[in-house]
């Protein structure tokens, strides 16, 4: 508090130590790019985001307008500029083109500052621009083969996964994310099965996956993963909404006030923190 970030720039989400995002929300039809970028836009100031998967089977990929095949790509190009704004815009333009069947430009990443570069923001140093070259690759990997489609479980947490790869590659930024997923999809749980999944493995990392459980469910699907690779871990909403401590106090929250969590701590939870 009291720096550059917040004073100068107004960055104050920078202060929050975690949030949530929902991928199915209201507006999911009008802003399916939504939630991705605020991620991104989040992560990027060292705030740790919780998701869900609810997007799954509510999202259309449409395609850019300008492809009739995946090589096909018009004369039209953005310069990304310079800054966590910008990198954040390029995503937002790849991901409109795909749900809002927009033009899809060539992106020119030549603004952007060599690798080993400072950074007078958050200080270290510059990635270079070929973490976010890979960003839009890989983005675009999962979107080609889902074209006419809707989104999938395991889509909504590959592009979420990817973002926190690209960001975690800034150096000085550590990516925290917790996916939130239904204890009864096979899909989202075996989404850390890396013999199943081997393609995951280099970004599956990047979130902590935890299932919405409920009292009397079958632990028993669940607890096969765990056993295997030490998730999902549980996360009982109701009483997240109603409980900021196990103490048997009712905070009473509203049940609208908590549809998830960040991924390091439920409300009213005790912080411990370390000045340096």
């Not at 929300?25 to 992560?43: E, H, Q, R, T």
């Not at 996360?235 to 103490?247: E, H, I, K, Q, T």
Request: glycine residues 10%; aromatic residues 10%.
């Amino acid at each position: 508090m009291g720096t550059a970030i917040t004073e100068e720039r107004h960055l104050y989400a920078a202060l929050n130590n975690c949030a949530f995002v929902s991928t199915g929300g209201s507006d999911v039809k009008i802003n399916p790019s939504g939630p991705y970028l605020f991620l991104m836009d989040a992560s990027m100031l060292g705030v740790g985001v919780g998701f869900d998967t609810l997007a799954a089977g509510q999202v259309q990929v449409l395609g850019p307008s300008n492809i009739s095949s995946t090589t096909t790509l018009s004369s039209t190009s953005f310069v990304v500029p310079d800054s966590r704004e910008g990198w954040v815009e390029s995503l937002r333009i790849l991901l409109d083109s795909y749900f809002h069947s927009k033009e899809l430009p060539i992106f020119d990443y030549s603004d952007i500052r060599p690798a080993g570069s400072p950074i007078k923001g958050f200080g270290g140093v510059s990635a270079g621009s070929d973490v976010l070259v890979q960003l839009h690759g890989d983005v675009k990997s999962v979107l080609d083969r889902l074209v006419g489609h809707s989104l999938t479980i395991t889509s909504v947490v590959d592009i979420m996964n990817l973002i926190g790869r690209c960001v975690v590659s800034g150096n000085v930024r550590r990516t925290a994310e917790i996916a939130f997923g239904d204890p009864l999809s096979e899909e989202y749980i075996d989404l850390k099965n890396y013999e199943k999944n081997p393609e995951r493995a280099g970004y599956g990392w990047t979130s902590n996956n935890s299932v919405f459980a409920e009292l009397g469910m079958n632990y028993e699907p669940a607890c096969e993963r765990i056993r295997a690779n030490g998730e999902p871990g549980f996360a009982w909403l109701d009483n997240m909404r109603s409980y900021g401590r196990m103490n048997g106090v009712s905070y009473f929250f509203n049940s609208s006030f908590s549809i998830g969590s960040g991924p390091t701590f439920i409300p009213n939870s005790l912080i411990q923190t370390q000045l340096t």
